[in-house]
Each structure stands twice: as structure tokens, then as C-alpha cells.
């Protein structure tokens, strides 16, 4: 069965400190999807990556990094010098398998609330 | 473009009552879905659709109906609403169908079923 854990239920830290998010799959799948998506106080998702189960290199996008290790099945997430802005909760997911190709149907994690304090 | 629309943002209703909450996206997307959104559990597939005309259940379907008769609308019928369906509501679109692209999600309709 494919299924994404975030074990980390709520994360507090202080404007300007380093975080990271974890985020481990399972799946039995080759070929597969991982996102991460957020969700700000007001509501709405936001897409902030999409990496491909045959590209493990580690991608960096301004404060935001991510850490995709298939060896662990892990997809960690780091956000550097983190802001207010960043409160939010950050959500995995991993596609849906099917008759041996990835979907868009996606299976998510339970999210982790990230509250950073001014 | 206003990307993926819902409507409403919220409703109240009570136990066996019906109703439809709304999605649309202008983007030509082929994909379709809709995702209920719970405490503690993440968001989860209710339907899904790969064109007009084609829906197939998610992880969740009992309760809900879906249809697909144009690429722009995917509307989710709730048949008789009970309080476990109290939930926020989040339609999703992707352009293809075939592959796990991002998805775009609309702003989302929050549900409670007294």
C-alpha cells in the first residue's frame, strides 16, 4: 500500500532559524511522484515542488530546499532563515500508482503546522 | 484567467438535505478532481475525472455523485448530507491526464452539516 507520513504534527521556531520538514513514503513502485503543497492561514494550496522518483538530485529554490533521499524514502523539506510569512501548513503527497504508471490521484500526508514566531 | 473557481465558500445544512457545490477551471485542464480536507487526516480523494464524460471514484466516493459533461465544470452532489461529510471541500485541476503534474486547487468550500 503507498502511504506518506509526516510524523512532525506541529513545528515552532523563531524568525530566522533554519527548519526542516520530513516527509517519508512508501510505496512499491519504480516510477512515481512526490509534491509538497502549502497551505497558508487563509486557506488555499499552494504548489511548491514536483520531483520524479529517477531524479534524486537536490533542488533549491530561493530559502527553500529539498532533500530527496530514495535509499530512505524520505523527501525532506528545509526552509532556511524562515519568516512569518512562512506560518503555514506544508503538506507531502506521493502520486497514485496505476497499472504501473504514475496518476494525478494523490495520496497526502497529514501535514505539519509550522508556526514561526517574530 | 481565474484559474479554479468554487462556489460557495461556505454553507450550513442540515441532515438529508442535498446539495452541489460548484468547481470550474478556464485552463482547458483534462483533469479533474475533488479532495475533502479533515483534521488530522490530510486532504483525501472523494472523484476524479480524465475528460467530459469520464468520472471514477477516489478514496472516499460514498455519499457523493460527480459528472462531467464539459471539460470546464465538476460539479460534487452531496445526496443526503450527514455531519461525518462536515468537512472543507477542495476542487483540483491538472492539464494532463496521464501524468502526475501539479495540480492547481481552487480556494475551497467549508461544509458543516448540523
Known amino acids: 500500500a503507498q502511504k506518506v507520513t509526516q510524523a512532525q504534527t506541529e513545528i515552532s521556531v523563531v524568525e530566522k532559524e533554519d527548519v526542516t520538514l520530513d516527509c517519508v513514503y512508501e510505496t512499491r513502485d519504480t516510477t512515481y511522484y512526490l509534491f509538497w503543497y502549502k497551505q497558508p492561514p487563509s486557506g488555499e494550496l499552494v504548489f511548491l515542488i514536483r520531483?520524479?522518483?529517477?531524479?534524486?538530485q537536490n533542488e533549491i529554490s530561493g530559502r527553500y530546499s529539498w532533500n530527496f533521499q530514495k535509499s530512505t524514502s524520505s523527501f525532506n523539506f528545509t526552509i532556511t532563515a524562515s519568516q512569518v510569512v512562512d506560518s503555514a501548513v506544508y503538506f507531502c503527497a506521493l502520486s497514485e500508482a496505476e497499472y504501473g504508471g504514475a496518476t494525478n490521484k494523490l495520496i497526502f500526508g497529514t501535514g505539519t503546522l509550522l508556526a514561526v514566531q517574530p | 484567467n481565474a484559474g479554479v473557481t468554487q462556489t460557495p465558500k461556505f454553507q450550513v445544512l442540515k441532515t438529508g438535505q442535498s446539495m452541489t457545490l460548484q468547481c470550474a477551471q478556464d485552463m482547458n485542464h483534462e483533469y479533474m478532481s475533488w479532495y475533502r480536507q479533515d483534521p488530522g487526516m490530510g486532504l483525501r480523494l472523494i472523484h476524479y475525472s480524465v475528460g467530459a464524460g469520464i468520472t471514477d471514484q477516489g478514496e472516499v466516493p460514498n455519499g457523493y455523485n460527480v459528472s462531467r459533461s464539459t471539460t470546464e465544470d465538476f460539479p460534487l452532489r452531496l445526496l443526503s448530507a450527514a455531519p461525518s461529510q462536515t468537512s472543507v471541500y477542495f476542487c483540483?485541476?491538472?492539464?494532463?491526464?496521464?501524468?502526475?503534474?501539479?495540480?492547481?486547487f481552487g480556494p475551497g468550500t467549508r461544509l458543516t452539516v448540523l
Open positions: 520531483r520524479n522518483s529517477f531524479d534524486e
Open positions: 483540483a485541476s491538472s492539464y494532463s491526464k496521464t501524468l502526475a503534474n501539479e495540480q492547481f
